[in-house]
């Protein structure tokens, strides 16, 4: 599958955006785990909010409240709406996807940069 991630930005402390990814080469989307992950800069990639094919939903401590991970299997699609956000959210933030139960099928997209500043 591929993946193709849009809707960074820069944007002020306190601010919203939503981050949409969408797939393609694939006509089981609804069968994937789905995912955003975020690297700032001279940090290691880090897991921000998964979606399960059944639509359950994980997100870190550290963006709970604040962002939220939905899919859209008619338009093989995800979003992350991301709210209040902060100095620290500063990253680049990339969608991730594999096929439920085989982890090894993993893909990534090429990443949206977000900027959080004033």
């Known amino acids: 599958v591929q993946l193709v991630e849009s809707g960074g930005g820069l944007v002020q402390p306190g601010g919203s955006l939503r981050l949409s990814c969408v797939a393609s080469g694939t006509i089981r989307f609804n069968m994937y785990v789905m995912g955003w992950y975020r690297q700032a800069p001279g940090k290691q990639r880090e897991l921000v909010a998964t979606?399960?094919?059944?639509?359950?939903?994980y997100s870190e401590d550290s963006v709970k409240g604040r962002f939220t991970i939905s899919r859209d299997d008619v338009k093989k699609m995800i979003y992350l709406h991301m709210n209040n956000l902060t100095l620290e959210d500063t990253a680049v933030y990339y969608c991730?996807?594999?096929?439920?139960?085989?982890?090894?099928?993993?893909?990534w997209g090429q990443g949206t940069q977000v900027t959080v500043s004033s």
């Open positions: 991730h996807a594999y096929f439920r139960g085989r982890p090894d099928s993993a893909s």
């Open positions: 979606i399960a094919a059944s639509g359950s939903t």
